[in-house]
């Protein structure tokens, strides 16, 4: 598995590499237009000192958490919303005829090596973030944890996304706005939203794992809302829920593709 | 090595259900050259996607190679060549070279092989000339060739074509019909193979089986369906009435 999916994205690097300055504007372009996100925050910050209660520094840490776990997603999984096109070009029955998952052929299809761009510019703000918070280094180990969490919580976003095409095939647009809305809602401390919406990400869609509930047990902070504490470690349980539901629900539309005609 | 078994695919179109294949019941045996007819909308395509596992079908059972198609998709890929002839399945911004290349690493085809396989496919289908090329930009016959060696490079049992001649030029045709009776005779690869051109199953099929609103309305030798006809009939005019004498299409309400 792990093997066909570095094959496909060999193939598709190649393919792009063709076209090497093309390449290395699109590396630019991709950290120009994610540093606007960090100078939303700067901006913020130069007016304040503090937004929803958090430091600017803490502001920091928790959007590079969430930026390298969702822009790493942007790059290796993200392609599965192209989903839509193949159904409806039939173009999808190529990739079952193939003695690889489709899942795998739909997330590498057109592999854009420049989107890494994105994940250094999360890095570098992370990076920045850690190197002047004084963090008690015993909460450190939930870093790695909650990135690999918020990986596996965007994948299964964007697999969700991609089985609802299979019955809506028209809307790739609704479930983009669910998968990159995801992306944007966790750039902020969650204080900063209303309490109802921060339940909605925290039960039903569980955004608040990947960088809000476990980012509260690195920085040492309360929960504003007050939810008990136990919950700062929920992150890989809510990951993993969600990926077999993502599973399932990729499972089911597979079954009930219908191809096109002739 | 095919077996399908009261299989049927139905559709739901606007709270309708559309039979697009019903109660279809037939065995294809290791080494049988089939040709599959019927009038556009049959139920020819569908039952081809079902045979693959594109499709999983709503009722019977279908079983390839020994395995359900739907359940064991990938495994049976192994075993299994397909071709559209509507639409490649090679990729389209990748030279052809480079495509070849990707099957030999997802079918996990040994190198030596892999190669040799590649360089006889490379003189029968006289691939060499437009190797470096990229998918996009070649020619319908072309295509078509890199399309049937793509298909054959893990040396599959079955070999499933879907209207493999439609749209080439006469000498393109004679060029595939010519390599799919080798591999045939020669390599004993089972073929079923659909198409509009009745030219293919009289230079190509043995076994003829004519499908017709979702349901088989013959199966025997090509000498069988000219038997039913009058003397001096062609292979057209008995097709034709074949076709044209089918009930229209069985709609039942949800």
């Not at chain 1, 993200?78 to 190529?94: E, P, V, W, Y």
């Not at chain 1, 690999?148 to 028209?170: C, K, R």
């Not at chain 2, 085809?109 to 003189?123: G, K, N, P, S």
């Not at chain 2, 060029?175 to 659909?194: Q, Y």
Request: charged share 20%.
């Amino acid at each position: 598995m792990v093997s066909s999916y570095l094959v496909l994205v060999w193939a598709w690097t190649r393919a792009a590499m063709a076209y090497r300055a093309s390449f290395a504007l699109m590396v630019l372009l991709g950290s120009v237009i994610t540093a606007t996100d960090v100078a939303v925050i700067l901006v913020i910050f130069a007016n304040t000192t503090s937004l929803a209660g958090f430091s600017r520094d803490e502001a920091l840490f928790l959007y590079g958490v969430a930026g390298v776990a969702f822009s790493l997603c942007d790059m290796f999984v993200s392609n599965l919303d192209r989903i839509s096109q193949h159904i409806k070009a039939g173009t999808f029955d190529a990739m079952l005829i193939r003695p690889v998952s489709p899942w795998i052929q739909m997330a590498t299809d057109r592999f854009m090596p420049s989107r890494i761009g994105r994940v250094l510019q999360a890095a570098v703000v992370l990076g920045y973030a850690l190197a002047v918070l004084d963090l008690d280094p015993g909460r450190l180990w939930m870093l790695p944890v909650m990135i690999v969490s918020g990986i596996v919580i965007f994948a299964s976003l964007w697999t969700l996304a991609a089985a609802a095409q299979f019955v809506l095939t028209d809307a790739p647009e609704v479930t983009n706005a669910f998968t990159y809305g995801s992306g944007q809602l966790t750039q902020y401390p969650f204080s900063a939203y209303g309490r109802d919406l921060v339940r909605g990400v925290t039960y039903v869609l569980p955004l608040a794992f990947v960088n809000w509930q476990p980012g509260l047990y690195v920085l040492d902070r309360a929960d504003p809302f007050g939810t008990p504490g136990f919950m700062r470690f929920l992150g890989p349980a809510a990951a993993v829920v969600l990926a077999l539901l993502a599973a399932l629900a990729w499972r089911q539309g597979l079954r009930h593709y219908r191809s096109t005609g002739s | 090595m095919i077996e399908l078994d009261r299989a049927g695919r139905s559709f739901k179109v606007r709270r309708e259900t559309v039979h697009a294949v019903r109660d279809l019941s037939f065995r294809i045996e290791a080494g049988e050259f089939v040709g599959y007819l019927g009038p556009n909308g049959a139920g020819k395509s569908t039952t081809i996607k079902m045979l693959c596992g594109i499709l999983t079908p709503t009722s019977g059972t279908v079983r390839v190679a020994g395995l359900d198609p739907s359940r064991r998709r990938t495994a049976l890929a192994r075993r299994t060549g397909v071709v559209f002839g509507q639409r490649t399945t090679l990729w389209w911004d990748l030279p052809l070279r480079d495509s070849f290349e990707l099957i030999r690493l997802l079918y996990k085809v040994d190198r030596r092989a892999h190669r040799e396989r590649l360089d006889a496919l490379t003189e029968t289908l006289d691939l060499g000339p437009f190797l470096r090329t990229p998918v996009r930009q070649l020619s319908l016959g072309q295509r078509m060739r890199g399309d049937l060696a793509a298909a054959l490079l893990h040396a599959p049992d079955l070999l499933v074509l879907d209207e493999p001649t439609i749209g080439l030029d006469v000498v393109s045709k004679a060029g595939i019909r010519d390599f799919l009776r080798r591999l045939n005779a020669e390599r004993g690869t089972t073929v079923l193979l659909t198409t509009h051109d009745l030219g293919d199953i009289e230079r190509l099929c043995r076994r003829v089986m004519l499908i017709d609103h979702g349901r088989l309305a013959f199966d025997g030798t090509l000498e069988d369906l000219m038997a039913t006809a009058p003397a001096g009939e062609t292979i057209e005019d008995v097709v034709t009435r074949l076709y044209t004498a089918g009930v229209p299409p069985e709609r039942a309400p949800r």
